[in-house]
């Protein structure tokens, strides 16, 4: 049985040869979603967008995704989505109970992992990962996502 970094390695070139050729943010997104998920196993696995409302002021707004019905909206700097992107890293959240104003988008939501995507030096997306199980992700999954949604930004 294939390792974790081996499982990513082999995911990073399938999804490379995925969104090569192709320009469009979203089409990527929904492919490299379905890769992640089926690849790995993972209960959610979708993408915020950062996008401004009818008032100008931005949000991350669901995009592409694999898993059950997700939260639509997420404000700057709550839950861990709007703190990683207020952050402009990764979090890792060994258990979600014990995160600072987790936002309860599923309650078997039991570990989460969120990767920002930065273009030019600001975030303009990021990549949500959650898993029905406590203590999923380290820092192996965060280095090897980082290297998938830089793919977004080539």
């Given amino acids: 049985m294939e390792n974790k970094s081996e499982k990513y390695r082999q ?12 320009s469009d943010l979203i089409a990527n997104m929904a492919n490299l979603a379905a890769l992640v998920h089926e690849t790995m196993g993972f209960w959610w696995t979708g993408f915020y967008i950062v996008r401004q409302d009818k008032d100008g002021v931005e949000q991350l707004v669901l995009g592409p995704f694999r ?5 639509t909206r997420i404000a700057f700097g709550r839950g861990v989505c709007g703190t990683a992107w207020q ?17 309860a988008c ?3 939501s039991r570990s989460e992992i969120v990767v920002p995507i930065l273009k030019d030096g600001k975030v303009i997306a990021v990549l949500d990962i959650d898993s029905r199980h406590l203590n999923r992700f380290d820092n192996t999954d965060a280095h090897h996502l ?4 830089a793919l977004l930004t080539v």
């Fill in 87 to 103: 952050r402009m890293e990764t979090i890792i959240v060994p258990d979600v109970e014990q995160f600072p104003g987790h936002i």
């Fill in 106 to 108: 599923s309650s078997e």
């Fill in 67 to 71: 898993g059950p019905v997700a939260c």
């Fill in 11 to 22: 995911l990073l070139k399938e999804a490379t040869s995925l969104v090569s050729g192709e």
């Fill in 146 to 149: 980082e290297a998938l949604v």
